[in-house]
T-cell receptor, first 113, second 114 residues
Framework: GDSVTQMEGPVTLSEEAFLTINCTYTATGYPSLFWYVQYPGEGLQLLLKATKADDKGSNKGFEATYRKETTSFHLEKGSVQVSDSAVYFCALLSSGGSYIPTFGRGTSLIVHP | EAGVTQFPSHSVIEKGQTVTLRCDPISGHDNLYWYRRVMGKEIKFLLHFVKESKQDESGMPNNRFLAERTGGTYSTLKVQPAELEDSGVYFC????????????FGAGSRLTVL
């Protein structure tokens, strides 16, 4: 079945550091890929998405590129801010079937001033 | 537009007791989903409503869990009797047309079973 594997957290960085959160997936067909973010006390919200191979999703300085050859969708940001502290979830939606998104375990990011 | 609202935000109960979680989706969203996240693990799918009908309940762990969506509006998820392993955060999400539409999530209901 479909699955998403994320790097274990927490990831702790200083402000303005470079961020990478790894995500790899297993799915049949050609899934759409997503990153959701959950800020403290709030629900998950979509951060970015990519629907086909080599697409790059971007938002708020974050980027992720859909790599079919490595089945990966790593999240990156060049310079993190304290306000980026949150839990980040990688997810996929299979191209055929139930349209139920599959999520990873989430990676907590803590950014210190 | 009001978001997805979940109640309660946190519930602490003893093993064997009953808890009912409520989700109010965004008005007009026919699709409603329940997910659960056990501490540090994946957000796992529980079930999916389209209006008042259960479209997919393959993720429901066992018959101690009962979900309803009367009238296709709000939904409740009842756990009876609760067990220790039911502890976690229960998320509700809704979407307008299902399919590849992005889900809008509530803030979650944290359940602690002692």
């Amino acid at each position: 079945g479909d699955s998403v594997t994320q790097m274990e957290g927490p990831v702790t960085l200083s402000e303005e550091a470079f961020l990478t959160i790894n995500c790899t997936y297993t799915a049949t067909g050609y899934p759409s890929l997503f990153w959701y973010v959950q800020y403290p006390g709030e629900g998950l919200q979509l951060l970015l998405k990519a629907t086909k191979a080599d697409d790059k999703g971007s938002n708020k300085g974050f980027e992720a590129t859909y790599r079919k050859e490595t089945t990966s969708f790593h999240l990156e940001k060049g310079s993190v801010q304290v306000s980026d502290s949150a839990v980040y979830f990688c997810a996929l939606l299979s191209s055929g079937g139930s349209y139920i998104p599959t999520f990873g375990r989430g990676t907590s990011l803590i950014v210190h001033p | 537009e009001a978001g997805v609202t979940q109640f309660p935000s946190h519930s602490v109960i003893e093993k064997g007791q009953t808890v009912t979680l409520r989700c109010d989706p965004i008005s007009g969203h026919d699709n409603l989903y329940w997910y659960r996240r056990v501490m540090g693990k994946e957000i796992k799918f529980l079930l999916h409503f389209v209006k008042e009908s259960k479209q997919d309940e393959s993720g429901m762990p066992n018959n101690r869990f009962l979900a309803e969506r009367t009238g296709g509006t709000y939904s409740t998820l009842k756990v009876q009797p609760a067990e220790l392993e039911d502890s976690g955060v229960y998320f509700c999400a809704s979407s307008q047309n299902g399919g590849a539409n992005v889900l809008t999530f509530g803030a979650g209901s944290r359940l602690t079973v002692l």
